[in-house]
């Protein structure tokens, strides 16, 4: 399976986009970040423990969570030698855009309370560095703002519990100037997330002495991100899930708006084809009946994901049925995501036939302990290793990578 295959030829293919500045400095503080897994031990010192707890998190007994890991271990690589790898690429073509790298940013909601500005923040580094970034309709910030500072920038959406709000947010995103639509189909309920619970995170965030000593004792964050974002942009709401302006992040009475999705179907994915003009990705598929089912009723791709391992305990991790989609959807762009944190599990992936994969918990915590500096460190870090090992594997371009690749242990 060709990582090219899907958008234009490559007669009329732009070129990757190299990065529009240089990097940004990182703090001294900060200099021995030398990997993904590295900006989540910075973030656990740096957070508040309920903040760190929400990102960190799985649901019941993590199973699927640590799943999502162990899939990777499951495959080795068989590597091919004396091949001239001097002009070897990690630019990739999807849904028409060429990009420098072959992951993305997911979407993750939130991401300004562990962050300043978490949302733009991501949106500007995936920008400076040509790679794709999802906005996460469980933002704290306007997706107006995100958009002017990403005008390339996709939008995830979950979709409202009636027909005339999803109609009305579709509107909205497309009034924003979003081209590209995420819908989330593994949330018909809130997975069961009770060690965040314990942790003392709920959303809305209820005040208490305990919250505030979680602050206290994290003064870089309280001061830095959540007291600067009261002071310059008022109490953070949910922006961006409706039409309309949601429930405040911090309240001893707002209920989080996110609405009972249990009753919706294939119906309402047809609406939402009717009047978006541009591609839509279906996101958290691990049936290849349902792919299927997408792709006939007009998906241009599909992202195959646990969604981290946050809803439904137990479910299989994404590496595990990805074959069985893309065999399903071949005229399609598919796509993985969850537990992805080194540039061989990209390449594993991309083995196994996804045209592309997204990481969302690393630039959360990147975002959070080192802003947009932070942010452009791990994408260059990630960038960097799926170069090196493309080098090691004998590939020069990411077309060239099939199951050959590998041996399945």
Same mark, same amino acid.
């Given at each position: 399976?060709?990582?090219?295959?899907?958008? +234009?030829?490559?007669?009329?293919?732009?070129?990757?986009?190299? +990065?529009?500045?240089?990097?940004?400095?990182?703090?001294?503080?900060?200099?021995?970040?030398?990997?993904?897994?590295?900006?989540?031990?910075?973030?656990?010192?740096?957070?508040?423990?309920?903040?760190?707890?929400?990102?960190?998190?799985?649901?019941?007994?993590?199973?699927?969570?640590?799943?999502?890991?162990?899939?990777?271990?499951?495959?080795?690589?068989?590597?091919?030698?004396?091949?001239?790898?001097?002009?070897?690429?990690?630019?990739?073509?999807?849904?028409?855009?060429?990009?420098?790298?072959?992951?993305?940013? @997911?979407?993750?909601?939130?991401?300004?309370?562990?962050?300043?500005?978490?949302?733009?923040?991501?949106?500007?580094?995936?920008?400076?560095?040509?790679?794709?970034?999802?906005?996460?309709?469980?933002?704290?910030?306007?997706?107006?703002?995100?958009?002017?500072?990403?005008?390339?920038?996709?939008?995830?959406?979950?979709?409202?519990?009636?027909?005339?709000?999803?109609?009305?947010?579709?509107?909205?995103?497309?009034?924003?100037?979003?081209?590209?639509?995420?819908?989330?189909?593994?949330?018909?309920?809130? *997975?069961?997330?009770?060690?965040?619970?314990?942790?003392?995170?709920?959303?809305?965030?209820?005040?208490?002495?305990?919250?505030?000593?979680? *602050?206290?004792?994290?003064?870089?964050?309280?001061?830095?991100?959540?007291?600067?974002?009261?002071?310059?942009?008022?109490?953070?709401?949910?922006?961006?899930?409706?039409?309309?302006?949601?429930?405040?992040?911090?309240?001893?009475?707002?209920?989080?708006?996110?609405?009972?999705?249990?009753?919706?179907?294939?119906?309402?994915?047809?609406?939402?084809?009717?009047?978006?003009?541009?591609?839509?990705?279906?996101?958290?598929?691990?049936?290849?009946?349902?792919?299927?089912?997408?792709?006939?009723?007009?998906?241009?791709?599909?992202?195959?994901?646990?969604?981290?391992?946050?809803?439904?305990?137990? @479910?299989?991790?994404?590496?595990?049925?990805?074959?069985?989609?893309?065999?399903?959807?071949?005229?399609?762009?598919?796509?993985?995501?969850?537990?992805?944190?080194?540039?061989?599990?990209?390449?594993? @992936?991309?083995?196994?036939?996804?045209?592309?994969?997204?990481?969302?918990?690393?630039?959360?915590?990147?975002?959070?302990?080192?802003?947009?500096?932070?942010?452009?460190?791990?994408?260059?870090?990630?960038?960097?290793?799926?170069?090196?090992?493309?080098?090691?594997? *004998?590939?020069?371009?990411?077309?060239?990578?099939?199951?050959?690749?590998?041996?399945?242990?």
């Amino acid at each position: 399976m060709h990582i090219d295959s899907i958008g +234009p030829s490559s007669s009329t293919t732009p070129p990757a986009r190299t +990065p529009s500045a240089a990097p940004l400095r990182l703090p001294a503080r900060l200099g021995q970040l030398l990997c993904l897994d590295d900006f989540e031990a910075a973030a656990r010192r740096h957070l508040p423990p309920p903040v760190f707890a929400y990102i960190s998190g799985g649901v019941e007994r993590s199973e699927s969570l640590q799943a999502n890991r162990a899939a990777f271990a499951d495959y080795a690589f068989i590597p091919r030698v004396m091949v001239d790898i001097t002009k070897r690429t990690t630019a990739v073509t999807l849904l028409g855009s060429r990009y420098a790298a072959p992951f993305g940013l @997911a979407p993750m909601g939130l991401c300004s309370l562990s962050g300043y500005n978490g949302d733009v923040v991501l949106a500007r580094s995936a920008a400076a560095e040509n790679i794709p970034m999802v906005m996460s309709g469980a933002s704290l910030m306007r997706m107006e703002e995100v958009v002017a500072a990403n005008p390339d920038a996709w939008f995830q959406a979950y979709l409202p519990a009636d027909e005339a709000s999803i109609v009305a947010l579709v509107e909205r995103v497309k009034a924003a100037g979003f081209r590209t639509l995420v819908i989330t189909a593994d949330t018909p309920v809130s *997975g069961n997330r009770e060690n965040m619970v314990r942790a003392g995170f709920s959303t809305p965030l209820r005040p208490s002495l305990g919250l505030a000593w979680h *602050g206290i004792t994290h003064p870089r964050w309280l001061f830095g991100n959540f007291l600067r974002t009261l002071a310059e942009r008022g109490m953070p709401h949910f922006e961006s899930a409706y039409a309309h302006r949601g429930a405040p992040i911090l309240s001893q009475t707002a209920v989080r708006e996110m609405g009972d999705r249990g009753h919706l179907n294939w119906d309402y994915f047809r609406t939402v084809r009717r009047i978006w003009p541009g591609p839509i990705i279906l996101k958290g598929v691990l049936d290849a009946r349902d792919a299927r089912q997408a792709v006939d009723h007009g998906a241009d791709g599909i992202i195959v994901s646990n969604h981290g391992g946050r809803q439904l305990d137990g @479910a299989v991790a994404p590496m595990r049925v990805l074959p069985q989609v893309v065999a399903a959807c071949p005229e399609v762009p598919v796509m993985i995501d969850s537990g992805i944190r080194r540039g061989s599990d990209v390449l594993k @992936a991309l083995a196994l036939g996804a045209r592309f994969v997204f990481v969302g918990r690393p630039f959360n915590y990147a975002a959070s302990v080192a802003g947009e500096a932070g942010v452009r460190h791990a994408i260059a870090l990630l960038q960097q290793e799926v170069s090196r090992n493309m080098a090691l594997l *004998g590939v020069n371009a990411l077309s060239e990578l099939d199951r050959s690749f590998l041996s399945e242990h």
